[in-house]
């Protein structure tokens, strides 16, 4: 073969390497977006069709931290129905599937319903000797409701006169001094309003529906009406509790945020179908003054973050948003339910039973920093500060050294990276409540403060105004307030509409500290007990 030819037959050889190293490099690239992309789909479809539960100790598989650092599994399991359990009774005496009939109703009226014979029966159907009484046996109790009922309260005001003044020219009437109503000409009362409140905020029944009711009870209330008793009662009275609130809430030094989107009609400048947003902000679980109070804004801006909580310095539990960034003069901590959520998404389609999986090993790592929480919870701050120093620190020298060692072994836009990349990302923020025990692993507390707004959204779907929006943020600030201070929240809202215009039409609006959620009064007449 000639020299020419052979340079010629390499020269081809070389450009067939090289069009099998293209093509093998895209297939491997074909084949890694492939796999990126089934996971997304399988992560879809769970989002889609799955459970919404965080529980993790179905995945049996996790890596079990007592064979990496001596250190217990945290489970959350919580207790699934069983249709197969049987029904505790409600007994007369205790026993292993009731509990005390005395304890269970001491805070229900009571009734007894005697089952006797008729006149006839009580005569011996031998002898013909008349019957007498030999006792009662208990054979059960049942709970009996009784459904809600009306009445009309007609007001008046009684005249007094002096007939001596009256008979010598002088002022002789007195007038009897009335309350002011809750809504000026209006047959709303604070019960009515109340009421409407309850059942839309902590009952999630739309307006419409609960128009519906009154009409079964006997009384043509438009939801419309219902509407506006909503908002102008928050908008003249509530709205200066939860502004009393909001003094207690930035007084604390350690606070939890979270936000929600929310659709909002009519918005100035704004389409209907555009975002608005849903703030809340809590105390922490140690405080002394349990405060949750919800903040309507048109936009996510951390801009709204920073405004609300002017004022506010210390400790801010949040999730990664970058808005409170804006928030100045804070430390954050993040939230370990969210760094955890990341693996919990990253997790195979096919996972089996004692699968040994990156994602599962994640999880693993979360959990036993939850569990060393769970063995802290009813320690001091001081002590729980200690504590956690003690557990915590080699659970964590290990996690940083395993995400460090595996995040560049992963395909770079796959699941398990986006868990591994966040968790760097926000390593400090993640470690920041390691430096005061007043501080909380998760944002756990936000984030079940704003889900049952986020329950009654999809029974409403949007706010019909801005207005309506407020008074709803309003609402629900006193809702999750009184449920943070083991109060009934209809009780409160109740109390708060009675007394608000009394303490106004008497000049008394100084006297709103009385009606904060820890009041002893008010915690003894709003009690969930009673």
Request: glycine share 4%.
């Amino acid at each position: 073969m000639k020299a020419s030819d052979t340079s010629a037959l390499i020269e081809v050889i070389k450009e067939q390497n090289k069009t099998i190293e293209s093509l093998r490099k895209t297939i491997e690239e074909m084949s890694s977006d492939s796999k990126i992309l089934r996971e997304q789909i399988d992560h879809l479809t769970r989002k889609l069709f799955g459970t919404k539960s965080e529980k993790t100790a179905a995945l049996t598989g996790q890596i079990v931290m007592d064979e990496i650092l001596e250190c217990g599994q945290f489970n959350e399991a919580e207790t699934e129905s069983d249709l197969t359990e049987t029904e505790p009774l409600i007994t007369k005496k205790n026993s292993k599937k009731g509990y005390s009939r005395e304890k269970a109703l001491v805070y229900l009226p009571n009734e007894d319903k005697i089952y006797t014979l008729s006149d006839e029966e009580k005569v011996c159907s031998i002898d013909g000797d008349k019957l007498s009484r030999a006792g009662k046996k208990y054979i059960r109790t049942e709970i009996e409701y009784t459904p809600a009922t009306m009445k009309l309260v007609h007001i008046y005001r009684e005249n007094w006169e002096c007939r001596t003044c009256r008979n010598e020219g002088r002022k002789y009437l007195k007038q009897a001094q009335i309350d002011q109503p809750v809504l000026q000409h209006s047959m709303a009362s604070a019960s009515s309003v109340a009421w409407t409140m309850y059942q839309k905020y902590v009952n999630h029944i739309p307006l419409y529906r609960q128009e519906k009711d009154w009409q079964n009870l006997g009384i043509e209330i438009k939801r419309s009406t219902l509407s506006n008793w909503i908002i102008k009662t928050s908008d003249e009275w509530l709205s200066k509790v939860v502004a009393r609130l909001r003094e207690y809430l930035l007084e604390e030094k350690y606070l939890h945020a979270d936000e929600t989107p929310l659709q909002v009609m009519r918005e100035e400048g704004k389409s209907n179908t555009s975002k608005s947003y849903m703030w809340v902000y809590s105390t922490t679980r140690n405080s002394g003054h349990p405060v949750r109070i919800f903040d309507y804004r048109a936009g996510r801006s951390g801009a709204n973050a920073a405004e609300f909580l002017d004022g506010f310095h210390g400790y801010l539990h949040t999730d990664a948003y970058t808005g409170y960034e804006k928030v100045k003069n804070i430390t954050r901590c993040l939230c370990w339910s969210h760094n955890r959520r990341y693996f919990a998404d990253a997790l195979p389609k096919d996972l089996q039973s004692g699968d040994a999986t990156l994602p599962t090993q994640g999880i693993a790592y979360c959990n036993a920093l939850f569990k060393i929480e769970e063995k802290c919870k009813n320690l001091s701050p001081e002590e729980r500060e200690l504590k956690r120093l003690e557990l915590a620190t080699p659970v964590m020298k290990a996690y940083w050294s395993w995400v460090d060692k595996n995040i560049n072994t992963v395909l770079p836009k796959s699941k398990i990276a986006k868990a591994f990349q966040y968790a760097l990302n926000h390593k400090d923020g993640l470690m920041n409540y390691l430096n005061d025990g007043h501080c909380e692993i998760s944002n756990n507390i936000a984030e079940n403060s704003i889900r049952p707004f986020t329950v009654g959204r999809k029974n409403w779907l949007f706010s019909g105004s801005p207005n309506g929006a407020t008074a709803s943020a309003t609402v629900y600030s006193l809702v999750e307030t009184a449920k943070a201070n083991g109060l009934n929240p209809y009780k409160y809202l109740n109390v708060l509409l009675r007394a608000l215009p009394k303490f106004s039409s008497h000049g008394k609006m100084d006297l709103i500290d009385s009606l904060m959620p820890w009041d002893p009064k008010i915690r003894k007449a709003c009690s969930t007990t009673k």
